[in-house]
């Protein structure tokens, strides 16, 4: 850690994650890094059951308790500065990012659904984390009566909303249950709802408005396209409507009550709320047009700035400074790339061989394609290029000599496919993708690294922080604060990037453009409609699973 000047000025960035809320100090000048502290929630992702003898969940579904979220401000940002050695009084501003799209139902002042006592057994009165999938089916008539109607928004998504974003979530609400849609007086992003509650003002930010929730060129989709999609629709936009601020705008100010949760001085900065993966491209000083960062964790975000807006075929969307102000900020994204090592690790993987360490060390010793593998990255769904979560993963090649660490490289290296399928539909799309920057857990794992640089065959960069997340929500908080007039030039401050550590290797290269050929084949087979198989197994499986749960009745058995 750096050594504390009593006359400095800092910063507090908050990244709130799956499975825990991280608190990160840093230094405005320079953006060194004092302290940091963790806070894992206490329900965590709840999927099977609701708590405290709530219902059990359908399949698909992913929830959070919003207090898990005022815990990472009660314990994880004091512990930051206890860490730090920080006094508080030097603290001008905090910033926050969230997980992209979580979003919740409110009431006006807002105050959670699943906190008043009547709905708290209710699921639909809870957050919906981003990895929800079971709006499939809202998306898909999203999505059609969209392309039916040629409304003009559908083509900045690159042709499909997905199951996890706002409109889908929300009809889902309004389908299973009216009651709590109707209660809904907001339906807000968990990004602005945590600044809600730092500084007592509802806010809106540029970036989940455009990207998750359909707003483009000022305006959300029509009352008329709504109302065909459900006439009790219609008010939806009047639920998401509220106060919209670029990043890197003030939101407000500390509020006393969070003051005395996190130990600030009331009144400090409070920066206007952002995405995880979108606000790390400042941290890793990477802005400029052509340079991607993907953000790599349980699973990944590709982010990238452009000078122009195109439309990209399967991409989470284009948005005027939806990444930095004055540019058109391009999103896209796989739904699992850590998670699915990580399945592989708890499930598949023998006694010995059960850790990523070890698998990783027996899979670097292959040459390229030794394993006779090949696989698709669908554990969690498809978000780009395909924006489907009913389809499911693939591995071809398996034989009785397959070993497990075979089967762990043919994981690893399909994620890296799936995002060179993310690079070329940018490329020929017209946005250029120079090189990659990567960020996030996942950049300790050198093999990994070092496929994604061979499979692009593009140059790799490393964030040189291990809090990428919240040095970009501390960047942006500085930024609030006035320490620095642009998002651009605090990024060229207090960010900072470990420029080429891998390079492409040429033989490498080459031997993965076959196997590429080979995933692209499957890829289209299965994903584009050569066969449906996965969509049909997911409904077998969804049908047998409701049916398990579905109350006996005696009055249908037959007494022989």
Not at 11 to 35: H, K, M, N, P, Y
Not at 62 to 77: F, G, H, I, K, M
Not at 476 to 488: F, K, M, Q
Not at 519 to 543: C, E, K, Q, T
Request: glycine share 10%; with cysteine.
């Amino acid at each position: 850690m750096s050594e504390v000047d009593a006359a400095d000025r800092y910063v507090i960035g908050v990244d709130f994650g799956t499975l825990s809320g991280r608190a990160l100090v840093v230094r405005v000048r320079d953006g060194a890094e004092l302290g940091t502290a963790v806070h894992e929630y206490r329900r965590g992702v709840i999927e099977t059951v609701l708590p405290d003898g709530g219902p059990p969940l359908p399949p698909d579904w992913a929830l959070q308790d919003p207090d898990d979220y005022r815990d990472v401000l009660r314990e994880a940002v004091p512990a930051a500065l206890a860490a730090a050695g920080v006094d508080p009084a030097r603290v001008i501003g905090i910033g926050t990012d969230f997980t992209a799209c979580t979003v919740l139902p409110t009431l006006a002042d807002g105050t959670p659904l699943c906190e008043v006592p009547e709905l708290r057994h209710r699921p639909h009165a809870w957050v919906k984390l981003w990895k929800h999938h079971a709006a499939q089916p809202q998306a898909d008539r999203i999505n059609a009566l969209a392309h039916e109607r040629g409304e003009p928004w559908i083509g900045r998504y690159g042709g499909k909303i997905s199951a996890e974003w706002q409109f889908a979530k929300g009809l889902q609400i309004l389908a299973e249950d009216p009651e709590v849609y109707r209660r809904a007086e907001r339906f807000i992003e968990a990004a602005d709802w945590i600044v809600w509650e730092l500084c007592g003002a509802e806010t809106r930010n540029a970036c989940t408005a455009g990207y998750k929730g359909i707003r483009q060129d000022g305006r959300y989709p029509s009352p008329d396209y709504l109302a065909a999609l459900d006439p009790a629709f219609t008010d939806f936009v009047t639920k998401l409507d509220g106060p919209l601020l670029p990043l890197g705008d003030r939101a407000g100010t500390l509020s006393a009550r969070a003051a005395a949760w996190t130990g600030l001085p009331e009144g400090i900065a409070v920066a206007v709320g952002n995405v995880d993966a979108h606000v790390t491209s400042a941290s890793a000083q990477a802005l400029h047009p052509g340079r991607l960062v993907a953000i790599m964790g349980t699973s990944t975000c590709h982010v990238l700035n452009g000078t122009h807006p195109a439309e990209v075929p399967g991409m989470c969307g284009v948005v005027d400074g939806g990444i930095s102000p004055g540019a058109w900020g391009y999103e896209a994204g796989q739904s699992g790339v850590g998670d699915i090592f990580g399945w592989f690790v708890r499930h598949a993987a023998p006694a010995g061989l059960d850790t990523h360490e070890r698998l990783t060390e027996l899979a670097a010793a292959q040459p390229v394609g030794a394993h006779g593998l090949v696989a698709l990255d669908w554990w969690n769904g498809n978000r780009s290029l395909l924006v489907n979560h009913d389809l499911s993963g693939l591995v071809v090649g398996l034989t009785l000599a397959t070993r497990p660490a075979d089967v762990y490289r043919a994981l690893l290296e399909a994620t890296a496919y799936g995002t060179r399928m993310i690079i070329e539909a940018f490329a020929e799309a017209g946005v250029p993708v120079d090189d990659l920057v990567v960020a996030g857990g996942l950049t300790s794992n050198r093999l990994l690294m070092q496929i994604y640089a061979d499979v692009t065959n593009r140059p790799l960069s490393i964030i040189g922080s291990a809090q990428g997340p919240a040095l970009g929500s501390a960047i942006h908080a500085a930024v609030a604060a006035g320490a620095y007039p642009t998002v651009h030039e605090a990024s060229a401050a207090m960010g900072r990037v470990d420029e080429g550590v891998y390079r492409p290797i040429p033989a490498n290269v080459r031997a993965y453009d076959a196997l590429y050929a080979e995933y692209r084949a499957l890829h289209d087979h299965f994903g584009r409609g050569g066969n449906d198989v996965m969509l049909r197994l997911r409904a077998i499986r969804n049908a047998a699973v409701d049916a398990a749960a579905a109350p006996h009745d005696s009055t249908l058995e037959v007494v022989a």
